[in-house]
């Protein structure tokens, strides 16, 4: 007959498949990017990310290196090494434990955004916080057992010009997480030094975990994958360390006492998380620590 035919379920499907696509494509404005960028969308159990119609420089060398690793035979082949790294670093614990534990271990988005970290050797010697263009991050695989990685959570001192301003410090076009004096880059190489010392573990296993320089910060999607796999990085580190340049308020029992850290959700989320991870290990103290 001529009349018109049904639409079946599986078309339905791929219809809404076709406009959550195309909606998250559209993008928002960022900004950290300055410009519009394309928003994840969760499309048949999964997270994808869509690219950008635009790139500029900074991107188009960010995705000449990615291409140029993903096609080294090399980093392919080690792919299963990076994700046992992890899982090695769990610990022994009660098997509910390591089971919880190993959830957030494969939060991770172990395909764009794999989990990196600095030596902390090479982060000393820049003599400034590395950025994700300096490539100066190497996998998880490279850290040996009997190793440890401090994760460091903080503020960015320069978010926008407009904290500049308020701060005293100087703009100098995009955010950045230091001042201009490299005040905290200072800061961390103290902390982690004496963090060494009280624990008695050896600098040259030392590693620094940064969102500056560990999670891509010019491909949007990856970004926001490494953003959403925070708490599986913070799973696999030995210690929380909030790097904070002021004197702590003498009643600061808690981060939320500290001013601007203890302000935004996301940065006290991010201890909760180290909380967490010291009770699924059974630690009588959570591994949080404020220099």
């Given at each position: 007959s001529?009349?018109?035919?049904p639409?079946?379920?599986?078309?339905m499907?791929r219809e809404?498949?076709?406009?959550?696509?195309k909606e998250?494509a559209?993008?928002?404005?960022?900004?950290?990017?300055?410009?519009?960028?394309p928003?994840?969308?969760?499309?048949?159990?999964?997270?994808e990310?869509p690219e950008?119609?635009?790139m500029?420089e900074k991107e188009?060398?960010a995705?000449?290196?990615?291409?140029?690793?993903e096609?080294?035979a090399?980093w392919?082949?080690g792919?299963?090494?990076?994700?046992?790294?992890?899982?090695?670093?769990?610990g022994?614990?009660?098997?509910e434990?390591?089971?919880?534990?190993?959830?957030?271990?494969?939060?991770v988005?172990h395909?764009f955004?794999?989990m990196?970290?600095?030596p902390?050797?090479?982060?000393?010697g820049?003599?400034?916080?590395?950025?994700?263009s300096d490539?100066v991050t190497?996998?998880?695989s490279?850290?040996?057992?009997g190793d440890?990685?401090?994760?460091?959570?903080?503020?960015?001192?320069?978010?926008?010009?407009e904290?500049c301003?308020?701060?005293g410090?100087?703009?100098?076009?995009?955010?950045?997480?230091d001042d201009e004096?490299?005040t905290?880059?200072?800061?961390?190489c103290?902390?982690?030094e004496?963090?060494?010392?009280?624990k008695?573990?050896?600098?040259?296993?030392?590693?620094i975990?940064?969102?500056f320089c560990c999670i891509?910060q010019?491909?949007v999607?990856?970004?926001?994958?490494?953003?959403?796999?925070?708490?599986?990085?913070?799973s696999?580190?030995d210690?929380?360390v909030?790097?904070y340049?002021e004197p702590?308020?003498a009643?600061a029992?808690t981060v939320?006492?500290?001013?601007?850290?203890?302000d935004?959700?996301?940065t006290r989320?991010?201890?909760?998380?180290?909380?967490?991870?010291?009770?699924l290990?059974?630690?009588?103290?959570?591994e949080?620590?404020?220099?």
């Open positions: 001529g009349g018109v035919r639409t079946s379920l599986a078309e499907v809404a498949r076709r406009e959550r696509r998250a559209k993008g928002k404005f960022s900004f950290w990017a300055q410009k519009n960028v928003q994840p969308c969760y499309v048949a159990g999964a997270w990310y950008s119609n635009t500029d188009a060398e995705r000449k290196f990615w291409m140029e690793r096609a080294d090399e392919r082949v792919k299963e090494a990076r994700y046992t790294a992890g899982l090695s670093r769990l022994l614990n009660r098997r434990n390591i089971e919880a534990l190993k959830e957030q271990w494969d939060s988005d395909k955004a794999p990196m970290v600095v902390y050797a090479v982060f000393k820049l003599g400034r916080l590395p950025r994700s490539r190497v996998p998880l490279d850290v040996k057992q440890h990685i401090t994760f460091y959570s903080h503020n960015w001192m320069r978010g926008d010009e904290q301003k308020r701060n410090h100087v703009w100098e076009g995009s955010a950045h997480p004096k490299g905290k880059h200072r800061l961390m103290a902390s982690v004496q963090l060494a010392e009280t008695g573990w050896e600098l040259d296993g030392l590693y975990w940064l969102d891509e010019d491909i999607n990856k970004k926001m994958a490494g953003v959403k796999s925070l708490r599986g990085y913070v696999v580190c210690a929380v909030v790097p340049p702590p308020p009643d029992s939320d006492r500290l001013a601007t850290y203890g935004r959700g996301w989320l991010e201890a909760m998380v180290a909380y967490i991870m010291g009770v290990r059974g630690h009588q103290a959570p949080l620590w404020v220099a």
